[in-house]
T-cell receptor
């Protein structure tokens, strides 16, 4: 089976812009979770989607949003980018309540 | 809320030797999973090993094994016959598959430990 894929792999944006990241899960996995990784805060949970519905949400401002499509692919969007949003964004897929498998991540740099 | 603590920020081991990475966690739940993930310089997060809390037997995957002490809320990873390719950051993670909103896959991570394997 193909693994989790994320696009784009690298992204440079400026403050105030918005960005959309995409994640395609492992075939058969209907749960997709997103995490933000920074040197200062470590790995933090953003949100989880299952069957096109957000099931869990972490403690992030409303500028961070996501959605899931009927084929289980997921996107996350960050509006009005801030310097502090520079991070590695990791997507993970799983069967519901099971082990998560991660994609390669998207590195976002906000200038 | 659950917390995961990895108190050692860095460790170093000689190739072919054994090293143990420590992790403690705090939870009031009885049913949960614990994981060790490895993140090499490529930043790809790779599953190393998984332990279900209801299983008394410690999980083993080739050179990797865990020492799961449920009462002490301790979950350490032992790497035997260390190889240069084991150089990476290692994260301990907790999952409660039946969280506040029903079933979920949310992981709570520790801050990680950087392991260097010396040739």
């Amino acid at each position: 089976k193909a693994g989790v894929t994320q696009t784009p792999r690298y992204l440079i944006k400026t403050r105030g812009q918005q960005v959309t990241l995409s994640c395609s899960p492992i075939s058969g996995h209907r749960s997709v979770s997103w995490y933000q990784q920074t040197p200062g805060q470590g790995l933090q949970f953003l949100f989880e989607y299952f069957s096109e519905t957000q099931r869990n949400k972490g403690n992030f401002p409303g500028r961070f949003s996501g959605r899931q499509f009927s084929n289980s692919r997921s996107e996350m969007n960050v509006s009005t980018l801030e310097l502090g949003d520079s991070a590695l964004y990791l997507c993970a897929s799983s069967q519901w309540g099971k082990t998560q498998y991660f994609g390669p991540g998207t590195r976002l740099l906000v200038l | 809320a659950q917390t995961v603590t990895q108190s050692q920020p860095e460790m170093s081991v000689q190739e072919a030797e054994t090293v143990t990475l420590s992790c403690t966690y705090d939870t009031s739940e009885n049913n949960y999973y614990l994981f060790w993930y490895k993140q090499p310089p490529s930043r790809q997060m790779i599953l190393v090993i998984r332990q279900e809390a209801y299983k008394q037997q410690n999980a083993t995957e080739n050179r990797f094994s865990v020492n799961f002490q449920k009462a002490a809320k301790s979950f350490s990873l032992k790497i035997s016959d260390s190889q240069l390719g084991d150089t990476a950051m290692y994260f301990c993670a907790f999952m409660n598959p039946t969280g506040d909103t029903g079933a979920n896959s949310k992981l709570t991570f520790g801050k990680g430990i950087t392991l260097s394997v010396r040739p």
